[in-house]
């Protein structure tokens, strides 16, 4: 089974920017359908960006598109999440995840397998 280690999240200030870093092992990350999602205390989880294994379209929540870009470095196993223009509802802990179809991601839920996440903090 595919492992994923989150790293990169940080505190910033509004309108600052992370890029957060998913590195893959026990699977490549071409074999999968990636994606971030994120948890907030009070809030509900949020499937935030994909990216399909084979095509590379990705796709969006609302709430961050425009802002986040999910991309991935075949060569490196990695997969990553460049957030721009942060706000404080941004605030969560940003998990990576994995699904061998994506199938999970019509569902707007987590795939298959995630790590175990990393912290972004944004303050006022």
């Known amino acids: 089974q595919v492992q994923l280690v989150e790293s990169g999240g940080g505190l910033v200030q509004t309108g600052g920017s992370l890029r957060l870093s998913c590195a893959a092992s026990?699977?490549?990350?071409?074999?999968?359908?990636m994606g971030w999602f994120r948890q907030a205390p009070g809030k509900e989880r949020e499937l935030v960006a994909t990216i399909t294994r084979s095509e590379g379209v990705t796709w969006y929540a609302d709430s961050v598109a425009g802002r986040f870009t999910i991309s991935k470095d075949n060569a490196k196993n990695t997969v990553y999440l460049q957030l721009n223009n942060l706000k404080p509802e941004d605030t969560a802990v940003y998990y990576c995840?994995?699904?061998?179809?994506?199938?999970?991601?019509?569902?707007?839920?987590?795939?298959?397998?995630w790590g175990q996440g990393t912290q972004v903090t944004v303050s006022p």
């Open positions: 995840t994995a699904d061998p179809t994506g199938s999970h991601y019509y569902r707007k839920i987590p795939g298959s397998y």
């Open positions: 026990g699977g490549t990350v071409s074999s999968y359908a």
